[in-house]
């Protein structure tokens, strides 16, 4: 079993920016991948970023170009910087952490974005 604890959600802005912070109870280098999510209430779990261990990312196309996934080795966490957001990104952000078939996520954080 591995923990995830998410931080730095928060109500902002439309057009401002937040950083949300995954910290694991494994070494996030022990991942095949680490990955964000969000979902809004009724609604699924949507994949919207995920980095590879060998450091290659990808997006959704929903934050394509505005969203930003990274790995801080020092703080052994996964960050995910958010610019420009809009009101549609507003829902609860988890991260997971995968390795061969298994995956976990965190409790994860409210982002909400007001117009």
């Known amino acids: 079993q591995v923990q995830l604890v998410e931080s730095g959600g928060a109500l902002v802005q439309a057009g401002g920016s937040l950083r949300l912070s995954c910290s694991s109870s494994?070494?996030?280098?022990?991942?095949?991948?680490m990955a964000w999510y969000r979902q809004t209430p009724g609604d699924q779990r949507v994949l919207i970023a995920s980095?590879?261990?060998?450091?290659?990312?990808a997006y959704a196309e929903s934050v394509k170009g505005r969203f930003t996934i990274s790995r801080d080795i020092v703080r052994d966490t996964v960050d995910l910087q958010m610019d420009d957001l809009k009101t549609e990104d507003t829902a609860v952000y988890s991260c997971?952490?995968?390795?061969?078939?298994?995956?976990?996520w965190g409790r994860g954080t409210q982002v909400t974005v007001s117009s």
């Open positions: 997971s952490w995968k390795y061969n078939y298994d995956e976990y």
């Open positions: 494994k070494s996030i280098l022990s991942a095949d991948a």
């Open positions: 980095i590879a261990n060998g450091g290659s990312t």
